[in-house]
Every structure is written in C-alpha cells, then in structure tokens.
T-cell receptor, first 115, second 115 residues
Framework: DAMVIQNPRYQVTQFGKPVTLSCSQT?????MYWYQQKSSQAPKLLFH???????NEADTPDNFQSRRPNTSFCFLDIRSPGLGDAAMYLC??????????????FGDGTRLSIL | AQSVTQPDIHITVSEGASLELRCNYS??????LFWYVQSPGQGLQLLLK??????LVQGIKGFEAEFKRSQSSFNLRKPSVHWSDAAEYFC?????????????FGAGTRLAVHP
C-alpha cells in the first residue's frame, strides 16, 4: 500500500549528539512536512518542502534542519539535541495543485528520547 | 490569526453512548477544516474534511461533522461509540495558500470509553 514511512520508530540519542530522522513516501506527493509533537500537545509544524523549495516556520529553532534529496525522501536533522527536543516527530505529505484540496497523510512518527 | 480551540481536554463516555467533540476556529476566509485521530504511539489518521458544499460531512469509522459558519464551529459526532474509538482527536484548520494546506491544530481532546 502507498504510505508514509518513518524510520526509526524509536530513536535514543545523547545530549548534544546529532541525530537524523528519516521519512519516505510512496504517494508521489510534492509537499512533505515535519511536525514536532510534545507529550499531550498538538503537532507543531517545523517546516515543509514544496518540491525542492524549503519553507521554514518562523519559530523553528536553528538547531533543526531538513533535507529532501528526491521526491520520495525527506530527513530531519537535529544538530545538537537538547532535553527539550524530546518529542514525537511526525512526517506528513500532501499533493499540491492549483485547485488541490488534498489532505495531509501522516506517518506513524519517530519518538525521540534524549539521554 | 488563524487558530483552533478544542474546549474539552478529556471526555469520557460509555460504550454505545453518543459522542460530540467540540471545535471552534478563527479564520478570516472560508476555512478548510479537518478532524484527525491519533491512537497512542501512532501517527494521525484523517477522519473527515470540509472544503465546501454540504455542511454535514461524513467520515470514516461512522464519524460525521457539521460546519456551522455562524458559530465558527466544526463539531465531530458519532451516534454510538465503540471501545476502539478511545484515542486523541485533533481538529485542524488548513489555510489554503500556494496550492496546499498548512495545518493548524487544536490542542486535542482525549477520549476515554468505559465498557
């Protein structure tokens, strides 16, 4: 089935040690999003790619970066994770178009823990 | 500014009882509205969406929602709740710009179902 796949499901890293989370999709959607969801909170959009164009949210810390080498893959890089970055990270995709009202499709998330 | 309010943080219902989850939004133009459900440790699954047309929309798993412009509301309903409906429910508004929606989520309502 076409879907959004996030790897790994659980990631543990050390304070300050760079970490990369992965998202892939078989939907051939041109927009990919990364959300941060802390415990018992709503998902918060960090940034998104529309094709190769990167769009950062104004309040996303510089510590968070993203790469999209091709349509199918998108990575979230946290350069120096702090304890406050422990969260569930959700990847989503959607198809954009002039009159496209397509909803976002979410992966199952990666839960990041910081030691 | 666009925002979504879900007034109820927690709701508990008995299995077989009816359910209504409240959602109010603030948006300057015609909103694109969504309800997502999240089971523990999982990503978000789309229940239903409203873009235009009939104000009563049907979704998956027996859910429906009604858009009321005069009340700026998009409440989710289900006539008879099943134990498997226990989850977190997020209402979202998606400003449509550049050919796609960027979702703004409410804080969520956690639903517990008593047998």
């Amino acid at each position: 089935d076409a879907m959004v796949i996030q790897n790994p499901r659980y990631q543990v890293t050390q304070f300050g040690k760079p970490v990369t989370l992965s998202c892939s999709q078989t939907l051939n959607h041109n927009v990919m999003y990364w959300y941060q969801q802390k415990s018992s909170q709503a998902p918060k959009l960090l940034f998104h790619y529309y094709d190769k164009d990167f769009n950062n949210e104004a309040d996303t810390p510089d510590n968070f970066q993203s790469r999209r080498p091709n349509t199918s893959f998108c990575f979230l890089d946290i350069r120096s994770p702090g304890l406050g970055d422990a969260a569930m990270y959700l990847c989503a995709t959607s198809r954009a178009g002039q009159r496209s009202n397509q909803p976002q499709h979410f992966g199952d998330g990666t839960r990041l823990s910081i030691l | 500014a666009q925002s979504v309010t879900q007034p109820d943080i927690h709701i508990t219902v008995s299995e077989g009882a009816s359910l209504e989850l409240r959602c109010n939004y603030s948006y300057g133009a015609t909103p694109y509205l969504f309800w997502y459900v999240q089971s523990p440790g999982q990503g978000l699954q789309l229940l239903l969406k409203y873009f235009s047309g009939d104000t009563l929309v049907q979704g998956i798993k027996g859910f429906e929602a009604e858009f009321k412009r005069s009340q700026s509301s998009f409440n989710l309903r289900k006539p008879s709740v099943h134990w498997s409906d226990a989850a977190e429910y997020f209402c979202a508004v998606g400003p449509f710009s550049g050919g796609y929606n960027k979702l703004i989520f409410g804080a969520g309502t956690r639903l517990a179902v008593h047998p």
